[in-house]
Each structure stands twice: as structure tokens, then as C-alpha cells.
């Protein structure tokens, strides 16, 4: 039987990360969470058709279905059309039930309490006929930009979906199917816009080919890599030619909130209920999860050091040396039946919340992103 990760919260000891949540909990700090969408799960705080008050669902907006509830997903897509490739219609669900969860014996998220807007953009973490990769630019203006939001937009966006780009077997495979290549002018245009705020984006590095993917590979952005429960590297092949994440986190077989639909009906499942997805495959789509929810917890327990920077970038780019100071390095296998090792900096959110942004460090503007980048 599975071993799952039921805890992804603070263990014994680590009192900088409860209080860190508490402070969260308490400040106007927002995490623009870029998925699926999200519909009522008890583990969530979401258990009837009202959201709970940290999910704050009339200020996200729901760019794959329009005509759709503001960030939700319609209840009619939470089947899986047979042969639709990883297309998980409740994917919202289960990467935010990585930060949110809050619930006994089941699942503790890293930042229960956060206050989250949700946005649908897609049907599933790979982009599939007419899903575009610009709707992820598209939730990012409306979260920073929009009436709605303007005033207190995201200071963190969590986004566990993305392209590949043009290469190798996997991305001609996803074009056959309807795919568009790399990122869209309206993502990379608020990518740069996000950075230059210093507002703190966080992605998925993904696990289809040996790069990491679209938006992660972008300079901007914070990207993670995922490792298994037992510290092998998660098998993707590697991260060959595009560099190496900025930091890893567990990425599998950690319990995730789920759902499926019987008789029009939700049932409110788990990764580890039988009745829910017996083989999915699970990735750094819950590892990127982790480091916004420590990312949105930093940002807020160092608010007035961070500030005193100056310039927006400077906050990313504060948070990515904190990253690297604060992360255990691990001497991991390279995949599961390898005997060659890598070293990997794994996050260690306690240690992350102790180091205050220093205005002492060099910090480096990173370049401007291009949609056109994205095609190499």
C-alpha cells in the first residue's frame, strides 16, 4: 500500500513557520492561484456552495469558460474525456489543497488560512486544443490590474501548468492534439510586468521532458523541481540544457484533495481514496505549491525589510537568495535505480522564514521575457 504525505505543515520545533502562518493569516497578502479553477471540497473550508472567506472567488474570473462562475470550475468538467492527454478537470482542487488544507487525519497544507483569488485558464496542467497559454497572462492582468483587484493585487501567483516548448517528441505529439507552442505574448508581457512589481511567481517545472517547461524556464519566475517522499530525484529525465530549478520540494505521493462526478453530483474525494484516481500521476504540480504558500508567508513576515529595498524586482529577487541560503543541499540518486548522484537544494520553509532580506546582497535584475524566447 502507498505511503502518503498527510502533513505538509509546520512539524515540532518549527514555531517560525506557526507563527509566519498567523501573520498570513491576519495581512492583506493574497496568492493569485493560475489553474483549473476550484469547486467545494471539505478540505478546503469549501464544503457548500458559499466559499469560505480566505477564498475569495468574485475577484478571480473564469478565462476557459467564460460564460462560467468567476473562477470555478463547472461541475459538467469534472470528467475525464477518454484519451484527453493529462487533462485533470479538478487539478485546481488539488494543487490548492497543497497550500489550503486544513483537516484532520486527511491533509495539512503549508499555509491554511491564506487568502487566495482562483482562476481557471485551462482544463488541465498541459495546454490542449482550444486552451491557450495566454489566459495565464491573461488571470495575471485581471489579478493585478482589474478594479477589482488593482488595489491589493496577488504578491505572489502560483501557476503549475505550462508548455514545454518547441522541442523533442512530446511537444510535436502535443501539437498534433491541438497544442499552440511556448507562451503567449499576453503571459510574457505579464511576467514582466509581475517582476518588475515584485510580485513573486512561482511554477511548476514540470516532469514531461528533460527541460524544465514554459513559464517556469523563464528567468523571471521562481522555478521548481520535485523530488519522490523517499529524496529520489522524481523521474523526469533530468533538467538538461535549461538549467536547474531554484529549489525543490516533494512532489509525490503526498495526499491531495480530488473529486469526481456521480449522478451531476461532487463527490469530495482524496488521492489516496480508491474511488478517486487510482494512477494518476502526480509531479512538481504540488511542489510549486509549497514554495508560494513560504513565498506569501516571507513577503509577509519581512513586508517593511522588503520594502526598504526600493525597486520591485528586488523583492523576487530577495526571495530567490533566501531560497538558496535556506535550503538543505542533498546528495539525492538521479533516478530511482541510478547509481549516479546530483545535489539538489530542497526547501526547508522554516529555515526560509528566519532569513530577512539583506540590503546588503547583489542583487541582479533579471532580463525582460519574450513570448518568441519561448519558441527555442
Not at 512539524?11 to 492583506?28: H, I, V
Not at 497559454?133 to 493585478?144: E, P, V, Y
Not at 523533442?168 to 502535443?174: F, H, L
Amino acid at each position: 500500500m502507498t505511503s502518503y504525505i498527510r502533513d505538509l505543515g509546520p512539524s515540532f520545533g518549527e514555531a517560525t513557520w506557526r507563527e509566519a502562518q498567523g501573520l498570513l493569516e491576519a495581512s492583506d497578502t493574497i496568492i493569485g492561484h493560475i489553474d483549473t479553477g476550484v469547486f467545494p471540497h471539505a478540505t478546503l473550508g469549501y464544503a457548500g456552495e458559499t466559499p469560505p472567506a480566505n477564498i475569495l472567488l468574485d475577484r478571480g474570473a473564469n478565462f476557459f469558460d467564460p460564460d462560467g462562475p468567476n473562477g470555478a470550475a463547472p461541475v459538467t468538467d469534472l470528467t475525464v474525456p477518454d484519451g484527453a492527454l493529462a487533462d485533470f478537470p479538478d487539478h485546481g482542487v488539488k494543487t490548492l489543497s497543497i497550500i489550503l488544507a486544513n483537516r484532520e487525519g486527511e491533509l495539512r497544507g503549508a499555509a491554511p488560512g491564506a487568502k487566495i483569488i482562483p482562476y481557471r485558464v485551462c482544463n488541465g496542467p498541459v495546454f490542449l486544443g482550444e486552451a491557450r497559454t495566454g489566459l495565464i497572462g491573461r488571470a495575471m492582468d485581471h489579478a493585478m490590474n482589474d478594479p477589482v483587484n488593482a488595489a491589493n493585487p496577488p504578491k505572489v501567483f502560483t501557476i503549475s501548468m505550462g508548455n514545454p516548448g518547441v522541442t523533442g517528441p512530446t511537444e510535436v505529439a502535443r501539437l498534433f492534439v491541438g497544442g499552440r507552442p511556448g507562451m503567449e505574448k499576453e503571459t510574457t508581457d505579464a511576467i514582466n510586468e509581475a517582476y518588475d512589481r515584485g510580485i513573486i511567481i512561482v511554477c511548476a517545472a514540470g516532469q514531461v521532458i528533460n527541460q524544465i517547461i514554459y513559464p517556469a524556464r523563464f528567468g523571471r519566475t521562481i522555478a521548481v523541481g520535485g523530488i519522490r517522499q523517499d529524496e529520489t530525484h522524481y523521474p523526469s529525465g533530468g533538467y538538461q540544457n535549461s538549467g536547474e530549478p531554484d529549489v525543490w520540494a516533494y512532489a509525490a505521493n503526498i495526499n491531495r484533495a480530488a473529486g469526481h462526478l456521480a449522478n451531476g453530483q461532487i463527490v469530495q474525494t482524496h488521492a489516496d481514496d480508491p474511488n478517486s484516481e487510482d494512477g494518476e500521476p502526480s509531479g512538481t504540480s504540488y511542489a510549486a505549491p509549497q514554495v508560494a504558500a513560504a513565498a506569501a508567508m516571507w513577503v509577509t513576515r519581512w513586508s517593511v525589510e522588503l520594502r526598504a529595498l526600493g525597486e520591485g524586482w528586488k523583492t523576487v529577487e530577495a526571495f530567490r537568495k533566501a531560497l538558496w541560503l535556506s535550503s538543505n543541499v542533498e546528495n539525492i540518486k538521479a533516478s530511482p535505480n541510478s547509481r549516479r548522484k546530483i545535489n539538489i537544494r530542497r526547501l526547508d520553509i522554516d529555515r526560509l522564514l528566519r532569513i530577512p532580506p539583506d540590503p546588503h546582497w547583489a542583487l541582479h535584475e533579471r532580463n525582460r521575457v519574450s513570448a518568441a524566447g519561448s519558441l527555442l
